[in-house]
C-alpha cells in the first residue's frame, strides 16, 4: 500500500502523533493537510519529548520529505520559531516543503480570535484562540493571504493594506476595541518581509511533489490533525474547528485525487477526551474522570488547557469510520485505563426516552443523549507488554469489543508513551 490517511476517530488528542511517527519509519512523504497550529503532537524518542504544532510528525526523521500542503493554515511567525527550535536541539529541517497555495494566520486573526470567543460568552466554542476560524474565514471570503503573496512585495503590500482596513473596521467598530501592533501595517510588513526569507527554500508545488512520488511507487503518509468530530461538516457543529480533519479533507488539501488513497487508518484512544466545549455524552466529571486525566496527562500540548476525558463512545467512533471509510483502527493509551476494578464502553443512547445506536443528525441532540454501557473487567499494567498475546485476556477482550461493534480491524495497539510500546497486529504501508 503506498498512500494512507492517518485520521483521528474522536475530538483530537488521540495519539496520533505518536502513531504517525511510528508509521513515518516506513513512509517516504509525511503529508500534514489541514488545521495549522491548533494542533499539538507530542512526540517521544531516545527520552527527548518534541512537541509540534505546524511541522509535520515525521520532521524527525531526516531522510523523509515533509510537506505542509495547500490546506494548512500558516501562521508563518509560529512556523518559523518551531524550524528555529528544532535546528536548536540539533535537527535538521532541509527534508521540509511548503505549500505557496497555503493562506496565512495573520496577528490579526488571532486578535479577532479572541474577540469572537470573547462575545459569544457562555456559549463560547473554546477554541485555541490561534486565528485559525478567521484565517479559514478570509479564504472562504477570497479576502485571505497566502504564502505566495510573501514574494511579490507589490501585491503583499496591497493586499495587507485592504485587510487591515477591513479588519481595523470590524475590530474597533464591531467590539469597540483595539490591536495597534496587529493593524500596524508598516510593522506587519516588514515583519513579513523578514520571515519571508526564512520560508523562501522550503516552498514548491506540493500536489505535484506527491504526485511525482505516487508514481514512483513511494510511500506516502497523510497525518490528519484534530479528529473526525471537529470536522466543520460532519462534527458536532458549532462547536467545531473550521477546516475538514477527515480523510476526504486530505484529498482537498493536499491536492491528491481519492483515486490515489489505499487506505485509511482512524486513531483512537481506549477513553475520550475533548478540549473545548460541546456536547460529550461519556463525559466523567468526578474524580474518575480527573484520575484519567492525570494518568494519561490530558493537558493540551497546544494551550495547557485541561481536557474533558470519559468512557470510551464507541457510537462516536463507529461514526467515524463511516465518515472516513475507515480500513484499520489504532488504539492508544491503553495502558491509561491499566489498573482499574472495571472499565465500561458506550455502545448507544437513550434519547429522550428512545434508545438509538448512531449518532443523531442533529449535534445539538447530542447534549441530550444518555449513554448505554458494557461494563468490563479492568486489567493489570501493561509495562513492558510488546505483543498482543502478552496482553491481559480482559485487555484483549476490551480490543475485540471495539473491532466487533465498529467492524473495523484494530491493527495497532499503543501501551506507552515511547516508540517501542506499540504493538502491531498488521504492518501497514
Ligand atoms: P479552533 O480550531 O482553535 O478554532 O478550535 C475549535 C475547537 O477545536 C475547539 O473546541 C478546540 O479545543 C478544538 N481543537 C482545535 N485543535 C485541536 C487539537 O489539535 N486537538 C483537540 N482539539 C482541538
Redesign the pocket.
Same mark, same amino acid.
Given at each position: 500500500m503506498s498512500a494512507i490517511v492517518v485520521v483521528g476517530g474522536q475530538?483530537?488528542?488521540e495519539g496520533k502523533g505518536k502513531i504517525t511517527d511510528y508509521l513515518a519509519q516506513r513512509a517516504d512523504l509525511i503529508v500534514r493537510y489541514q488545521?495549522g497550529n491548533?494542533?499539538?503532537h507530542t512526540v517521544v524518542v531516545d527520552g527527548a519529548e518534541y512537541k509540534l504544532h505546524l511541522l509535520p510528525s515525521g520532521i524527525l526523521h531526516s531522510n523523509k520529505t515533509c510537506i505542509i500542503a495547500s490546506g494548512v493554515v500558516i501562521d508563518p511567525f509560529t512556523l518559523a520559531e518551531e524550524i528555529r527550535g528544532l535546528e536548536r536541539q540539533g535537527l535538521t529541517t532541509a527534508n521540509l516543503v511548503i505549500s505557496p497555495l497555503a493562506h496565512l494566520v495573520l496577528p490579526y486573526h488571532l486578535e479577532l480570535d479572541s474577540l469572537e470567543e470573547s462575545r459569544r460568552g457562555p456559549r463560547a466554542?473554546?477554541?485555541?484562540?490561534?486565528g485559525? *476560524?478567521p484565517a479559514y474565514q478570509d479564504k472562504t471570503a477570497r479576502t485571505g493571504l497566502r504564502v505566495a503573496d510573501l514574494f511579490d512585495l507589490d501585491r503583499l503590500a496591497i493586499k495587507l493594506a485592504e485587510a487591515v482596513a477591513e479588519k481595523a473596521a470590524i475590530i474597533r467598530n464591531v467590539y469597540g476595541s483595539d490591536a495597534p501592533e496587529a493593524l500596524d501595517i508598516a510593522y506587519l510588513g516588514r515583519r513579513l518581509r523578514e520571515i519571508a526569507e526564512v520560508l523562501r527554500p522550503y516552498l514548491a508545488d506540493t500536489s505535484a511533489v506527491i504526485d511525482a512520488a505516487l508514481r514512483e511507487g513511494k510511500r506516502v503518509l497523510f497525518e490528519g490533525?484534530?479528529?473526525t468530530l471537529?470536522d466543520l461538516d460532519f462534527g458536532t457543529y458549532p462547536?467545531?474547528?473550521?477546516s475538514h480533519p477527515t480523510a476526504g479533507g486530505a484529498c482537498i488539501g493536499a491536492g491528491v485525487g481519492p483515486t490515489r488513497i489505499d487506505s485509511v487508518l482512524g486513531v483512537v484512544k481506549a477513553y475520550t477526551s475533548r478540549? *473545548?466545549?460541546?456536547p460529550f455524552p461519556t463525559e466523567l466529571a468526578g474524580k474518575l474522570g480527573q484520575y484519567i486525566r492525570d494518568k494519561g496527562h490530558e493537558y493540551g500540548t497546544?494551550t495547557g488547557r485541561p481536557r474533558r476525558c470519559g468512557w470510551l463512545d464507541l457510537v462516536l467512533v463507529k461514526y467515524a469510520a463511516r465518515i472516513n471509510g475507515m480500513d484499520y483502527l489504532a488504539l492508544t493509551k491503553l495502558d491509561t485505563l491499566a489498573e482499574l476494578p472495571e472499565v465500561y464502553l458506550c455502545t448507544g443512547y437513550e434519547l429522550d426516552g428512545e434508545e438509538i445506536d448512531d449518532v443523531p443528525l442533529d449535534p445539538a441532540d447530542l447534549e441530550r443523549c444518555v449513554p448505554r454501557y458494557v461494563k468490563l473487567e479492568g486489567w493489570p499494567a501493561l509495562e513492558g507488554v510488546r505483543a498482543y498475546e502478552e496482553l491481559p485476556s480482559a485487555a484483549r477482550r476490551y480490543i475485540e469489543l471495539i473491532e466487533d461493534f465498529v467492524g473495523v480491524e484494530v491493527c495497532m495497539v499503543s501501551v506507552g508513551r515511547e516508540r517501542e510500546a506499540t504493538i502491531i497486529r498488521r504492518e501497514l504501508l
Open positions: 475530538w483530537g488528542d488545521g491548533n494542533a499539538g466554542l473554546g477554541t485555541t484562540r490561534r485559525i *476560524g490533525a484534530q479528529g471537529l462547536y467545531v474547528t473550521s478540549v *473545548g466545549d460541546g497546544t
